[in-house]
């Protein structure tokens, strides 16, 4: 099972930040959280990960929460291009079984 | 540099043929994968590949073997297709161990195989 818990859909205006919530309530200290995304039916897409402090790149950032037990990733100005499905995922650092989950299905409206 | 490539990217199989889906790498990683997806629903980790010569089973793996040829190319077989394969498969490929572990992971642009 996915350790993560995440909305299925969620709209966004174009131009605001758009910021997608995910639950690992059973992370363990050393498991990474990371996001991807799928555009269509491409190949997922790596955006950016964290282990316990807030990581920004040009894509993205992280939040992640002071007990790591929830992490909002935010993209800071939408764009019809970021409509996706966006996935949590935490990633046990020796881990060989990466588990995806549903995802989130992001909309971004005009 | 290409990435991760896949081949084929379309196939249509008659139930009980079998074939193989073709993955290679240039990125000199050490780790590999085999996904699936069904219309609708997130990746299903089929099997997967921590370094040349290794492989483990994922979440899916009943009906597929997969060979890892070398440290480049990573095959999934389907030895006798059926209709429940049906599906798009994506391959993947990290640094280290753990898919993106303090790394990100690449993907393929995926094989849509329908089995009919």
């Known amino acids: 099972d996915a350790k993560t818990t995440q909305p299925p859909s969620m709209d966004c205006a174009e131009g605001r930040a758009a910021n997608l919530p995910c639950n690992h309530s059973t992370i363990s200290g050393n498991e990474y959280v990371y996001w991807y995304r799928q555009i269509h039916s491409q190949g997922p897409q790596y955006i950016i990960h964290?282990?316990?402090n807030n990581e920004t790149n040009e894509m993205a950032s992280l939040i992640i929460t002071e007990d790591r037990k929830s992490s909002t990733l935010i993209l800071p100005h939408a764009t019809l291009r970021d409509t996706a499905v966006y996935y949590c995922?935490?990633?046990?650092?020796?881990?060989?079984?990466?588990?995806f989950g549903k995802g989130t299905r992001l909309h971004i409206l005009p | 540099n290409a990435g991760v490539t896949q081949t084929p990217k379309f196939q249509v199989l008659k139930t009980g043929q079998s074939m193989t889906l073709q993955c290679a790498q240039d990125m000199n990683h050490n780790s590999m994968y085999w996904y699936r997806q069904d219309p609708g629903m997130g990746l299903r980790l089929i099997y997967y590949?921590?370094?040349?010569?290794?492989?483990d089973k994922g979440e899916v793996p009943n009906g597929y073997n997969v060979s890892r040829l070398n440290k480049r190319e990573f095959s999934l077989r389907l030895e006798s297709a059926a209709p429940s394969q049906t599906s798009v498969y994506f391959c993947?490929?990290?640094?280290?161990?753990?898919?993106?572990?303090?790394?990100?992971?690449?993907f393929g642009q995926g094989t849509r195989l329908t089995v009919v």
């Open positions: 590949s921590a370094s040349e010569g290794t492989t």
């Open positions: 993947a490929s990290s640094e280290d161990r753990a898919l993106g572990w303090n790394t990100e992971a690449f």
């Open positions: 964290g282990l316990k």
């Open positions: 995922i935490v990633i046990f650092s020796r881990d060989d079984k990466i588990i």
